[in-house]
């Protein structure tokens, strides 16, 4: 047995045995071509020589290697040695156990998330021939985003095969009939389903007295009645009574949960003036998991209490203290001012063509036509604006103005320096 164990873990990187419990030995490793970790789990016992056995094994592994799920754990290898069988999965990180979280408080909607995304990978296997048959807490995984891994597809029926009986059969999580030694079904998994969700809402495993099951809600007063129902039937000791499958169960506890939590959240406009809503806080306060973006923590289930409000908006201000700019149909001129005060700010006005002495002799700059808003539409009908004559500019002798200009003396007139200078 020994050296069929070695013969299997030799292929992998790194072998190590991490224990050997619930009815199989559990290597980790990585494969020697994508460094990809990987859990081994090894069955202790042959096939045997049994031909229908060694069929249905056959007809289970190829069950297994069909499995493609995000919320079940990735298959890598299945497959026997000398007739040991064993399962090679990916290994699952940045993830805990859900039995790890069972003593943390567990708000309905954050419990009803995880059933939902446990009970899409059952049925996922359904699909593909396979049930799970010893569905516990142990089997499944929260991952720090929130996601849900189911584990251990097809290891019940393995077990089964080879003749393996654990000893921890009185599993509260494990249907009557499954701990009778009866064989697995989709009641099983209803069943077992079904405890988890007890076990999250009440923070104890299903409370049986008398062979009636004791409500959830007399735990968690958030459960509702119809809950309870719901949750009662499907922990029922006699299979007979429960939901034929975890569809019509998921379909039953959905109506009283999912459905109406996707109306109450649907988005409405805010009114005219009304404020928006106050967006969740992005870290957990219990376990300080960050990047939250739901009501209740992806990691431990807590509630998520809603981020502080924003501080208010200053007043907008009063239109009279408002920048105002008025522009007025006006020669060479627009009007600018603040509130009801008005400022005359000039932008173009006539220029002197000359000073002093010269500047009487130009006339005054003429006076521009006044065009007022009643020109526009005057235009329709062609009528001209009428302008005044210029006056005649004057006209200046620039010769008795400016002076002569100074004699330049001829090279005639330069007196020559002396011989011998």
């Known amino acids: 047995m020994r050296s069929l164990i070695q ?27 994508t460094k990809q970790a990987v859990s081994i789990k090894i069955l202790p016992r042959l096939l045997g020589s049994d031909p229908q056995i060694a069929k249905r094994f056959q ?46 408080p567990w708000a309905v909607d954050a419990a009803a998330d995880v059933v939902m ?63 009778a030694g009866g064989a697995a079904d989709a009641r099983a998994d209803v069943y077992s389903l079904a405890a988890i969700l007890y076990s999250l809402l009440a ?29 009662v039937r499907a922990l029922d000791p006699d299979p007979a009574n429960r939901y034929p ?6 379909a039953a506890f959905g109506a009283i949960t999912l459905a109406p939590a996707m109306k109450k959240a649907r988005p409405t406009a805010p009114a005219v003036g009304e404020a928006l809503p106050a967006a969740p806080a992005g870290r957990c306060p219990r376990c300080g998991a960050e990047n939250q973006s739901s009501r209740f923590c992806r990691k431990c289930g807590s509630r998520l209490s809603l981020s502080a409000s924003p501080p208010p908006s200053p ?12 522009t007025k149909i006006d020669v060479g001129r627009i009007k600018v001012g603040t509130g009801v005060e008005l400022h005359e700010t000039v932008i ?26 009643g020109l526009w539409p005057a235009l329709g009908d062609q009528l001209l604006i009428s302008m005044p ?24 007139n330069t007196p020559t320096a002396k011989e011998g200078d």
């Open 245 to 250: 499958d975890v569809k019509a169960f998921l």
């Open 315 to 326: 007043p907008a201000k009063s239109k009279l203290d408002e920048p105002i700019q008025v």
């Open 117 to 179: 995304q446990v009970g899409q990978a059952l049925e996922h296997a359904y699909n593909k021939g396979l049930v799970h048959g010893s569905l516990a807490p142990e089997n499944v995984v929260v991952q720090n985003d929130g996601r849900v891994l189911v584990t251990d597809f097809g290891l019940s029926e393995m077990r089964d095969l080879v003749g393996v009986r654990l000893k921890e059969a009185a599993s509260p999580y494990l249907a009557p009939e499954r701990a």
């Open 59 to 104: 007809g289970l592994a190829q069950a297994i290697r069909q499995l493609n799920h995000p919320n079940i754990a990735a298959v890598r290898k299945v497959g026997e040695e000398a007739g040991l069988p064993y399962i090679v999965t990916r290994a699952i990180e940045k993830a805990q156990p859900l039995a790890t979280k069972l003593d943390q």
């Open 348 to 373: 173009a006005q006539p220029m002197p063509v000359a000073s002093g002495d010269f500047g009487v002799q130009f006339p005054e700059p003429l006076e521009m036509p006044q065009v007022g808003a």
């Open 389 to 412: 004559e210029p006056p005649p500019m004057p006209i200046i002798d620039w010769a008795e103005i400016v002076p002569p200009p100074l004699e330049v003396p001829t090279i005639e």
């Open 203 to 231: 923070k104890r495993a299903p409370l049986v007295v008398k062979g009636q099951v004791t409500p959830p809600s007399r735990f968690n007063p958030d459960v509702s009645p119809a809950m309870d129902e719901v949750v």
């Open 7 to 33: 013969q299997i873990v030799q292929s992998y990187k790194s072998p190590k045995l991490e224990g050997q419990e619930k009815g199989y030995v559990l290597f980790s490793g990585q494969e020697p071509d």
